[in-house]
């Protein structure tokens, strides 16, 4: 109904909907967000930004991983989104492993961007105010974990636009 009519998940025509087959407001809550991000996945598909949560994006998200470990076999690589914001956790999944003997010399973040507006807010908000920890660990763990010499960061980004074939 709303890609028919070019609807939005707010619209009275959706919630009409959603009243007439009494959905309780927390179902209603569920529905309306998940409405939501498949209205903007879809509008994202007939542009020419690149997903990775597809087959065909996953793929490729492991191949370059595979080409970073033969690049830097002693490396950490960790893969995720910028939306999910999972460096914290993976900051501390990385500090557990040296913590259990593991040896690493850099740690990769490669990382791809869901969205447009997501992409902004990591460059804009999350990379400026979590870039800090990162260096901080980075120079306190070869002293905290004598069996590293030194330990270095860099994020990789996936490509965020399409090749057009046509």
């Not at 919630?15 to 927390?26: K, N, S, V, Y």
């Not at 990769?108 to 105010?129: G, M, N, T, V």
């Not at 030194?150 to 057009?164: A, G, P, Q, R, V």
Request: net charge neutral; with cysteine.
């Amino acid at each position: 109904m709303c890609i028919d009519y070019n609807l939005n998940s707010q619209s009275e025509a959706v919630d009409d909907c959603f009243d007439l087959h009494e959905c309780d407001p927390a179902q209603k809550k569920r529905l309306k967000t998940k409405l939501t991000k498949e209205l903007k996945r879809n509008r994202l598909l007939g542009q020419m930004f690149k997903l990775y949560d597809t087959d065909e994006g996953k793929i490729e998200l492991e191949d370059r991983k595979a080409d970073l470990m033969k690049q830097f076999p002693n490396a950490r690589v960790f893969v995720g989104s910028s939306a999910g914001q999972r460096i914290p956790r993976d900051v501390r999944d990385l500090n557990n492993e040296l913590a259990n003997g593991r040896i690493y010399d850099s740690v990769i973040w490669l990382l791809h961007h869901p969205s447009q507006e997501a992409q902004q807010k990591w460059f804009s908000d999350y990379l400026p105010k979590n870039l800090p920890q990162i260096q901080f660990n980075c120079k306190y763990w070869p002293k905290e974990y004598r069996q590293l010499k030194e330990m270095t960061y860099e994020y990789l980004y996936m490509d965020t636009m399409k090749s057009d074939l046509n």
